[in-house]
Every structure is written in C-alpha cells, then in structure tokens.
C-alpha cells in the first residue's frame, strides 16, 4: 500500500504518479484505511474547536412577556373588588426540555404558583386570575426557578379606579331641612 500523500497543487506542477483532484486543489493517495483516519482526525479536531458534535442545549426557562389584562378599570363602585387577568408567556430558549417553578406574588400575598414542564425550543402562555381591591395602582412580581440558568423575575401592574360617591337622599334631605328651618326662622322675625 502506498502511503498518504496530501500536497498542495495550487500553482505547483503535479509530479508524475500523484493523483490530482478534479479540482486541482489536493492529492490525496494511500489505503482507505488511512484516509478514514485522516477524516476522523479532522473531525475530533473541529469538535475540540466548536464543542462536541450534535451537542444538545440544556433547557433555559425564561419569563418572556407578563401583563396585566386589563390595565386599568374605572368607575368600579365604591370599596368593591374587580378581577384582573395575569396573561405570562414562558419560553424555553434550550434544546432540551425542562421544569420550572413560577411564582407570582402580589402587595398582599401569593397569587399563583405551579410547576411548568416544556419542551425545548417551545413556549406557553398561561392566564391567571387576580382579584384586586383599592382605589390605586397594584403591582405583582413573577419568579421563576429550575431549569432557567439564572433565576429571573418580571414585574407588570394593574390600576383600579373607584367611580365618584355620589350623594343618596341623606344629602338632599339635609338641605331641604336646612332651608325649610332658615325660612321659619326668617318668618318668624316679622
């Protein structure tokens, strides 16, 4: 068997009994056996290089979008709750598939918490409902753990707006009185 000979042929004379390729770029000659252990060589060479080939990302769980639906509501009578929609997208950025926990708090306490399961390269979006109560801007904080590389967090807020009291018949009585007394009061002075 002859042995490998790889040479560079680009502006040299090939030199009779090397083998040229169509290209005019290598020769290569030699056993089968040998040129595999060439090809192999190169190839453990680039997966020294570039990682391993056919490496698979670990999961990566990250918080992609949170909001509150709807933003605000107005004119909600007077010390009475209204319901909100947390709407959350998760996204795994990974290969793999993987777990993680989410925790979605309030000002005044735990609002949602479950343990989510997706497969690599896929997002889901979940809706979780939050009741509020309070004339102002309320505000939640989502956390995830697990499969995520680094633990993130993403806040979103939700404003609620009470209508304006509106005076019942104590008011309008009260001054129906009040100038009824003032007119006797007057009268009785003549």
Known sequence: MAPILVRETRGLR???GNRVSPAGATAVSGSP??????????????????GPAGAIAPASIVIDSME????????????????????????NEGEKAGTAELVISGMYGLIANETIFLAG???????YPWTLKGDRRHSCMATITGDVGAPSNMPAAADLHYAAATPGFGAPLL????????????????
């Open 175 to 190: 001054l129906f009185t009040m100038a009824g007394a003032a007119a006797l009061a007057a009268g009785g002075k003549r």
């Open 121 to 127: 390269g896929r997002s889901v979006t979940k809706t």
């Open 68 to 91: 509150v639906s709807p933003p605000e509501r107005t004119g909600v009578p007077q010390g009475s709750a209204a319901s909100f929609d947390i709407l959350i997208v998760l996204q």
């Open 14 to 16: 090939p030199r009779p």
């Open 33 to 50: 056996l040998r040129l595999w252990s060439v090809v192999w060589a190169g190839a453990l060479f680039a997966a020294i290089l570039t």
